[in-house]
T-cell receptor, first 110, second 115 residues
Framework: GQNIDQPTEMTATEGAIVQINCTYQ??????LFWYQQHAGEAPTFLSY????GLEEKGRFSSFLSRSKGYSYLLLKELQMKDSASYLC???????????FGQGTELSVKP | DTAVSQTPKYLVTQMGNDKSIKCEQN?????MYWYKQDSKKFLKIMFS???????INETVPNRFSPKSPDKAHLNLHINSLELGDSAVYFC??????????????FGPGTRLTVL
C-alpha cells in the first residue's frame, strides 16, 4: 500500500508555531504536496517538495527527508484564519495521481 | 475569473436515480481529475484525463462514468445512485502530471446527498 500518515487533529495558540508531520512509504516516491482546506471549501495548494530540505514561503515552510519518508509543514505566527485541515499528498510513479493523507484538523485558539 | 468551476454545488437525489456533475477549467491545463471526499474528509482520486484521454481509473464502480468532450471539460455521470455515493466530489486540473506541473487546482466541490 501507499499509506500516508498524519495526526488527525492539533490545537495551537494564536501567535505560536505549529509543526504538522507526515510520513509516507518511500518506494516509487516522486514528490510531496501540502494543501490547506477550510471547512466547506476546496483544497488550495501550499507547497511542493521533491528534494531534501526546507522550502520557505512566508509564514509557511515545508520540509522533506526522502530517505526517512518524512515531511512536515511548519506554520509560524499562527492566526485564527489558519484554522483548517492540512492535507499531505504524495505522488508516486503513476502519472499525476496524488495519494492524500487523512488530513490534520488544526484549531487555532486565542 | 473562476479557474475551476463545477455545477451543481449541491445535489440531493433519490437512490436509483442517474445524475451528472459538470466541470470546466479555464487555466489551459492538459490534465483533469475527479476526487471523492467522504464524511471523514478523506480525499481519494477516482479518474484522471490528459488531453481527453483516460490515464487514471481507480477501483470505482462502473456506475461512475467520466466523459471529457475537450481538454477544458470533464464531466462525471453516475448511474443508479446508492446511499454510499453521498460525498463531496471535487474536480481538479493541473498543467501536467509530474513535478511542479502536477500542482492541482481544485473546483469548489459538489455535495451529493443520496436519500
Amino acid at each position: 500500500g501507499q499509506n500516508i500518515d498524519q495526526p488527525t487533529e492539533m490545537t495551537a495558540t494564536e501567535g505560536a508555531i505549529v509543526q504538522i508531520n507526515c510520513t509516507y512509504q518511500t518506494s516509487g516516491f516522486n514528490g510531496l504536496f501540502w494543501y490547506q482546506q477550510h471547512a466547506g471549501e476546496a483544497p488550495t495548494f501550499l507547497s511542493y517538495n521533491v528534494l531534501d530540505g526546507l522550502e520557505e514561503k512566508g509564514r509557511f515552510s515545508s520540509f522533506l527527508s526522502r530517505s526517512k519518508g518524512y515531511s512536515y509543514l511548519l506554520l509560524k505566527e499562527l492566526q485564527m484564519k489558519d484554522s483548517a485541515s492540512y492535507l499531505c499528498a504524495v505522488t508516486y510513479n503513476q502519472g499525476g495521481k496524488l495519494i492524500f493523507g487523512q488530513g490534520t484538523e488544526l484549531s487555532v485558539k486565542p | 475569473d473562476t479557474a475551476v468551476s463545477q455545477t451543481p454545488k449541491y445535489l440531493v437525489t433519490q437512490m436509483g436515480n442517474d445524475k451528472s456533475i459538470k466541470c470546466e477549467q479555464n487555466l489551459g491545463h492538459d490534465t483533469m481529475y475527479w476526487y471523492k471526499q467522504d464524511s471523514k474528509k478523506f480525499l481519494k482520486i477516482m479518474f484522471s484525463y490528459n488531453n481527453k484521454e483516460l490515464i487514471i481509473n481507480e477501483t470505482v464502480p462502473n456506475r461512475f462514468s467520466p466523459k471529457s468532450p475537450d481538454k477544458a471539460h470533464l464531466n462525471l455521470h453516475i448511474n443508479s445512485l446508492e446511499l454510499g455515493d453521498s460525498a463531496v466530489y471535487f474536480c481538479a486540473s493541473s498543467q501536467g502530471t509530474s513535478g511542479y506541473y502536477n500542482e492541482q487546482f481544485f473546483g469548489p466541490g459538489t455535495r451529493l446527498t443520496v436519500l
